[in-house]
């Protein structure tokens, strides 16, 4: 008999390491550990994703929360953004976002939407639901307080050598892993 328990951790470091989230819950997050003040005027995310969800289901990808709201949210299905889907295979994602201009922009496979202006105001409810979890596998989620170029982020789709995250560095990262979340080495 397999009895799973609420597992708490709290960790350093994913390099060449793969987050494997199972199935849905409302229960199992990894809660990364920024290196800075995330008091964010400007930003750019990057992550790997593979999930074989159906294209039409939204997913929360990333969620910025302090311990009382929503900050920012990253959702595989949003108002202002029609990406293509997200499939079995790995995909590389990236956004940027900067408060001056509100210009935002997502980044898939190293091309790049059209900008979109942030809307102020947006909100999302705290928490989640089972059904918004995301399935499948997170890898090389990297965060950095400015938006980088063009030239930056299709390197880091190549993997080629770009200045580490300086919110998160997935290489270094601290991490608590809740529920039903797996880590296992990037083969």
């Known amino acids: 008999e397999l009895i799973l328990v609420h597992l708490l951790l709290s960790l350093l470091g ?8 199972p199935y849905e819950t409302d229960f199992s997050y990894v809660a990364l550990i920024p290196q800075k003040e995330m008091a964010l005027r400007a930003f750019t995310l990057c992550m790997r994703v593979a999930t074989e969800l159906p294209e039409e289901r939204q997913i929360i990808l990333f969620a910025y929360r302090t311990p009382d709201y ?3 949210n990253v959702c595989g299905d949003g108002a202002f953004f029609h990406l293509p889907p997200l499939g079995t295979f790995r995909t590389s994602l990236c956004l940027s976002w900067e408060s001056r201009t509100g210009l935002a922009a997502f980044w898939y496979e190293g091309k790049r939407s059209t900008y979109q202006v942030y809307k102020p105001g947006h909100t999302i409810r705290p928490k989640g639901t089972a059904q918004q979890s995301f399935v499948g596998e997170l890898t090389d989620l990297n965060m950095w ?5 063009r030239s930056m982020i299709q390197a880091w789709h190549y993997r080629h050598k770009i200045p580490k995250g300086n919110i998160f560095d997935w290489a270094t990262v601290s991490y608590d892993l809740s529920g039903n979340v797996m880590v296992v080495d990037d083969d």
């Open 145 to 149: 307080d400015y938006v980088l170029s």
């Open 14 to 21: 994913l390099s060449d390491k793969v987050l494997i989230f």
């Open 70 to 72: 929503d900050e920012l």
